[in-house]
């Protein structure tokens, strides 16, 4: 059966919150910020899909979560979003 819509959006805001986690979080060792922000462009430039993973960062409870949301933010999260998805998860 084919994904939807709504289940590849899904899928590419967990592969941008990985990428972000892998770099923020010491994950994948050799990861530059460079490269993850590489790799986030390679995936989404969607700045909504950006904010959706940003925002999961946001509401995350770990030290490097602040270190995950800035690098989607660089890579184009819009912050006004990256809001209204924190108050959607609440």
Known sequence: MPETRTQ???ATVDRLHRIADDH????RPGLTR??????????SSDPDLLAR???????????????AVD?????GADE???????????
């Open 8 to 10: 590849t959006r899904q």
């Open 24 to 27: 923020a979080g010491g994950y």
């Open 34 to 43: 460079a490269d993850a922000l590489a790799e986030l462009a390679a995936t």
């Open 53 to 67: 993973a940003a925002a999961a960062h946001a509401m995350a409870d770990n030290w490097y979560a602040i270190v």
């Open 71 to 75: 690098l989607l933010i660089e890579a």
């Open 80 to 90: 006004d979003l990256i809001q209204e998805h924190i108050a959607e998860l609440g």
